[in-house]
């Protein structure tokens, strides 16, 4: 599959379905290729479906059926707006930490595929006051799918969450308490952590 070489054939990308409620146009947004004027159009259209295909089909379609409508902050980044990004200091990595990550249509070092959105769960933050910080979610997540990082962050409890053919296991915050929450190896990886999320609803296969 070539890169989109008019509006039209990108209107068209757009329309690829990802899973059955996300469209591929859904994360092609960005305020630095917005306000920038960067093209954010994958270079490699069928790497970019098929690692966001697994990102909505195992992550964002469970947490949608089960807390209802996600709000996507961002998605996908090309090359050029990632390296843009970090090169302005503005909140993204290099391109190379950021393969199989925000860039979805380049495999990592060591050839894997991955996709990584950030997302806001309107259920949750709106039920802040009465629940275990945003480790309540952090945990549910966890126990529940197969996410492969997490990373909070302070403003409505926004996360990064990837999808990735390696999955680290690995949930880090930015937002209080900031720092590593869990990972393979330390004592609080294994076993179930529903106390933190007592409240949620039950979880719908």
Same mark, same amino acid.
């Given at each position: ?23 591929? &146009? @859904? ?15 994958? %270079? @490699? ?23 209802? &409508? ?34 979805? @249509? ?19 933050? @709106?039920?802040?006051?009465?629940? %275990? ?9 966890? %126990? ?62």
């Amino acid at each position: 599959m070539r890169k989109p070489e008019s509006m039209r054939a990108l209107e068209d990308l757009g329309r690829t379905r990802l899973s059955e409620n996300f469209f591929l &146009r @859904d994360f092609l947004h960005s305020e630095i290729a917005a306000f920038y004027g960067i093209s954010n159009v994958p %270079d @490699d259209p069928a790497l970019a479906i098929a690692a966001g295909t697994k990102l909505c089909e195992e992550l964002l379609e469970p947490l949608q059926r089960h807390f209802g &409508r996600l709000h996507i902050r961002s998605g996908y980044r090309s090359r050029a707006v990632n390296e843009f990004g970090n090169r302005n200091k503005l909140n993204c990595s290099t391109n190379a930490a950021s393969a199989a990550d925000h860039i979805w @249509d380049m495999r990592d070092a060591g050839g894997c595929m991955g996709a990584t959105a950030c997302i806001v769960v309107p259920w949750v933050w @709106d039920r802040r006051d009465r629940l %275990d910080g945003w480790q309540s979610l952090a945990w549910w997540i966890h %126990d529940t799918l197969p996410y492969a990082s997490l990373c909070f962050f302070p403003k409505l409890w926004a996360m990064n969450i990837q999808w990735h053919e390696c999955p680290a296991r690995r949930i880090a915050s930015y937002a209080e308490p900031k720092g590593l929450l869990t990972k393979q190896g330390m004592g609080n990886h294994s076993g179930s952590h529903a106390e933190h999320y007592r409240g949620f609803p039950d979880f719908r296969r």
